[in-house]
């Protein structure tokens, strides 16, 4: 008979495949933000969450504060150079207090999650005491991470429109927080299982806002378009008629 252990680290192999593709999923927005150089609305505090969030994660997995933990290291650690990379594009393409706010964020992060490891690794002196600090700040920072996007949805229901919200970030979100929570039920973890629970909510209303507005949502971009092809066919007309008297103003040509 398979054990639950064994059962355990299968799931967590998937649930490291599954967060995997949960890092990868806003690469089609960063080839659209890098193909018209520019962030456009899109939000990045859902990235900068993220990466806060893989950060903490991975010192909660570091043997001296959580043994036997190597599969919450490894995807965390993916996630960091994943979400970090992410960031950094966010930078190039951002202008202004946009690009500011961002980069002010990055090094405070960076700052807090070495000051809290230091702290809990000269402060706390067993196992349980570091898993217990680390692990609570995870669980703060877990939940806040799955409802980043909570400003994204803000926008999502006054626009009537998904189109900065992309669909398979939710799906990835939704499948990612049921892997990890059945991870943290099999051997109860409750500072894996509380904010992965959180996340299915989170990404289960983001579902139901991709059903409520997908019609609104075609339908205004369609309605862009043509807008869009409206405006290119009167700038060719100004272009031409703007040729046209040149052409009848010209001197004739005298020999």
């Known amino acids: ?67 036997h933990s190597i599969l919450v290291i490894t995807i965390n650690g993916s996630g960091v150079i994943i979400e970090l990379s992410f960031v950094l594009l966010f930078l190039l393409y951002s202008q202004g207090s946009k690009r500011f706010v961002v980069l002010a964020m990055l090094f405070g992060e960076i700052a807090f999650v070495g000051i809290v ?77 509380i904010p992965n629970a959180l996340g299915v909510i989170f990404a289960v209303a983001q579902l139901v806002l991709h059903v409520m507005y997908r019609k609104s949502t075609k339908e205004q971009l369609e309605a862009n378009k043509k807008a869009a092809a409206a405006e290119m066919g009167l700038a060719e007309v100004v272009v031409v008629k703007g040729e046209t008297n040149k052409i009848g103003n010209a001197p004739p040509n005298g020999h």
Request: aromatic share 12%; hydrophobic share 55%; net charge positive.
């Open 117 to 193: 490891t230091l702290l809990v690794l000269i402060l706390a002196h067993t196992y349980e005491r570091r898993s217990l600090i680390v692990g609570v700040v995870c669980v703060f920072l877990c939940a806040m991470m799955y409802a980043s996007p909570l400003s994204v949805m803000k926008m999502v229901i006054k626009t009537r429109s998904v189109e900065f919200m992309p669909l398979f970030l939710s799906l990835a979100s939704f499948f990612n927080g049921t892997c990890w929570t059945a991870y943290a039920l099999i051997r109860f973890d409750p500072y894996i299982t």
């Open 1 to 67: 008979m398979v054990s639950l252990e064994v059962i355990r680290t299968a799931v967590g192999i998937l649930g490291n495949a599954i967060a995997l593709g949960l890092f990868l999923s806003p690469v089609p927005t960063f080839m659209r933000i890098r193909k018209k150089g520019s962030v456009e609305e899109f939000s990045p505090f859902p990235y900068l969450a993220t990466l806060l969030n893989c950060m903490m994660w991975v010192v909660y997995g570091l043997p001296m504060v959580h043994p």
